[in-house]
Each structure stands twice: as structure tokens, then as C-alpha cells.
């Protein structure tokens, strides 16, 4: 297998699988879509005494508060990051981040607009419209809230619930990049409080 071009959207960005062996990280544009927390999720909330905030109906399971990831819907275009692997690493990382996304997402060859105008191939992982953790676009208010019930009072290691929002704005950022409906996102959390 040749080299490996990864497009990141979401945690990739800041959690990459081996970070050890990236060549380098570019921004890139991803054309059609834009970025939705519009899945459940049990590893990005936490357990039910981890939390003081008010309880969220139908968002508890096994003790757990539930939280959302990241995936996309149709839009304009999201701004993420071309993760390049050296081809020694592209099946182990391939391996690792098909198990970090199970079948919540699927596996999808792209072309994404680099920032300097040049267009690549990159694999991505899309949502799974027929996943059962699949919720559809919800509205800010509501995401707001799940994202905010399901963050720990004390944080760890994982970003869950608002950290995993915050530490992608703060990679944006970082490049320069923002997405306004990460930024709606956050001030409706803000506004909870």
C-alpha cells in the first residue's frame, strides 16, 4: 500500500492514531458536507456519578450518560486536516482507525481542496445513516445539552462531552480555521450555564 492520506474531521484532528508516525498534517477543505454531532455515544460521555449536571431524558444507558460525535450531514464543506502516514504505517493505521469508528461510520475515498488550492485523494469516515447510534441533525439547543450532561466534573484523559467539542475548536483555531456551527454549539452550552 502506498503512503496514506487521512482526512480528519473530528477527533482525528487532535487524537490521530499513531501520532508517532505522521508525516504531517495540512489543512484541507471536504466539499458537500459539514460537521453534525448526530450520533450517540458511550465512550464520549461518562459514568453517572462523574457528573452533576442535569439528566437528559433517554440518554442514559448502563449507568452511563450518553453523549454525541462528531459526523456530517450535506452542507458546504467542512475544514479538517490531511493526515499523511508513510506507507510502513498504512495498514496498522488503517487497522486502528476502522476499530476506533466500527460501523458508525463508513469508509469513503474523497477528494479534499488543500489550502494551497491543490486537490488530493484521502480516505474519510462518513456517517452511517443506518447505524442504530444514528440521531439525524438535531437542533443546537438540544445537542447543547446532551454534550453538556455528559461532561465529567472532573476531566481525564478522553475528551468527553463539551472537552471533545472545545478541543476541536482549539484545533481549528490553532490553523486559523473556525466552523460556525461549532461555534453556535458552544454558546449554547455556555448559555446553560
Given amino acids: ?23 504531517d498534517r495540512t489543512p484541507a477543505r471536504w466539499l458537500g458536507v459539514r460537521r453534525s454531532f448526530n450520533k450517540t ?6 459514568l453517572l456519578s462523574e457528573s452533576s449536571a442535569p439528566m437528559v431524558p433517554g440518554f442514559v444507558l448502563d449507568n452511563r ?6 459526523g456530517n450531514e450535506p452542507g458546504d464543506g467542512i475544514d479538517g486536516f490531511v493526515l499523511r502516514y508513510p506507507e510502513a504505517a498504512a495498514d496498522r493505521v488503517l487497522a486502528l482507525v476502522n476499530r476506533r469508528e466500527g460501523t458508525d461510520y463508513i469508509s469513503t475515498a474523497i477528494r479534499v ?8 485523494a484521502a480516505t474519510t469516515w462518513k456517517t452511517n445513516t443506518k447505524c442504530a447510534s444514528y440521531l439525524g441533525d438535531l437542533p443546537i439547543g438540544d445537542a447543547a ?5 455528559a461532561t465529567p466534573d472532573q476531566p481525564g484523559a478522553r475528551a468527553r462531552g463539551v472537552a471533545y467539542l472545545e478541543q476541536l475548536r482549539v484545533a481549528l483555531a490553532g490553523a486559523g480555521l473556525q466552523d460556525d456551527y461549532l461555534d453556535r454549539l458552544s454558546l449554547a452550552i455556555k448559555a446553560l450555564t
Avoid: K, W
Wanted: a negative charge; hydrophobic letters at 40%; glycine letters at 10%.
Fill in 113 to 120: 481542496t488543500l489550502h494551497n488550492g491543490q486537490q488530493v
Fill in 41 to 46: 455515544s458511550t465512550g464520549r460521555g461518562c
Fill in 65 to 70: 450518560r450518553l453523549s454525541l460525535v462528531l
Fill in 1 to 23: 500500500m502506498p503512503e496514506l492520506r487521512i482526512f480528519g474531521y473530528g477527533s482525528l484532528i487532535y487524537e490521530p492514531e499513531l501520532p508517532d508516525a505522521l508525516l
Fill in 145 to 149: 445539552a446532551i454534550l453538556a450532561h
